[in-house]
């Protein structure tokens, strides 16, 4: 029985020296303290304080023939506040609109067709097209959203103007009866007695009185003032005095304008205008496939931190160090041959990667491939910058880990992959603009999926921060290589 207990206790005891041993080996590196504890701490302050729940302008162009007849009012409802668009251009060339998306000198384009009036008049909808370049799911749903929100406001804006002028009738009709009242009740004390309609309490203007009316509501004149001609026949008046054949055509007029009103689809008469939302993509963009050209930079950028952010201090505490210091190598060599064969190993797997996600997982490639090598060995050089100060400044292996984790996490919430940047302000955006990731994802969703040249400065940058990286860290290197 003392036997098993102090088996029992040694088994405790033995762990307990493990337990004890690896706890105080990180309570005793504060530097590692604090990258694991204010690291992920600062990136979630930062996202918390950065983000903003709004939802950026789109530029939009339109486009309008000179002769639709409707060019005013276009103008007129552009220079009018709409929230998710601000009108930049209007004009009639539909190529020189699309060619300005493609080059995402705008955001939207909209095309109203030339003959708005004739096809709403021939019952049917007029159709309003959207153009857009978007290939995130959820820019491209905000897109539809947006083109949603025009059509049902030109809509509204359409009602309400009928409403209006509908009222504007309505007073001119009220002006025309208090007018005919005032006439009739005149006629009625001239005679000094009332009509036969009037002594029958028939306040009903009569079918003349009515026709009257609508003519003057269309705009036209009639040749006397129509009473009711089943009233006095001193106050009558004849078919001979009444321009009886103008009032049969105006009457046929508004008869065939009413019967076409009657014959309208409801429909169009209250959604005069639909849409339609089209992409200047190539290719049919699935969800999965947007995301995987940001997982693609990504890895290759995590990859490349972890394998240089290992590289320098593992050699510092293997005593490497000391031979290359004694070694007929300087330290512009060491970091030029590190360089060297990491970007080779890393190419390599970003080729077989490639390879993969095109014939297993059939990703859509529609750009250049020189331009694909060079931004993604742009991506490779700067992440190996990064990787090789990290290696400069940590202690230990274990910190140089948790750096490249940090720096993996900050990646994942500020490089555009899941949030785009136009959602974070000033602080996330400047770290944003610091990851190699962020320009990759850019980079490569334009080459891979929209098939276009990304923006000049992009590559202009990267390749300044991968020259200015790989300065500092010869320095540095130079400086550790002649400490004693």
Known sequence: MTEIIKRIAGFFIRISAFITKEFFSVVSQPRLLGV??????????IFGISYQDTYRTLRTVIVVAEDSGIKESVSAFAEQPMPGIQVVNITPDTTEALNALEQQLVDLVLVIPPDTVQTIEGNQQAVLTFYHQEIDPFEVAYAEIV???????????????????????ARTYQTEIHQLSEI?????????????????????????????????ATGRQADGMPVDNRGDPQISTSPQDSSSGSKDADLRTIDEQLTRFIGMDSHVIVAPFSRETHSLSKVDIQPVQFYIPAVLALLLQHIAVSLAGLSIVSERYAGTMEVMRAAPVNAFEVLLGKYLSFFILLGCLAAALTVLLRLVLGVPFIGSWPLYALAVGLVILVALGFGFLISSVARSDSQAIQISMVLLLASIFFSGFFLQLYRFRWPAQTIAWLMPSTYGFKMLQDIMLRGIQPEAWLFWVLGGFAIALFLVNWLKLRKLMVQN
């Open 36 to 45: 694991l504890i204010l690291g992920p701490f600062l990136i979630l302050l």
């Open 147 to 169: 083109a949603d929100r025009i059509t049902e406001e030109t809509n509204r804006k359409l009602l309400l103007s009928a409403v209006e002028q509908s009222k504007a009738e």
């Open 184 to 216: 009739q009740d005149q006629t009625t004390g001239s005679n000094g007695s009332e009509t036969p309609s009037t002594a029958a309490g028939d306040n009903s203007l009569g079918v003349t009185g009515v026709i009257w009316l609508l003519l003057q």
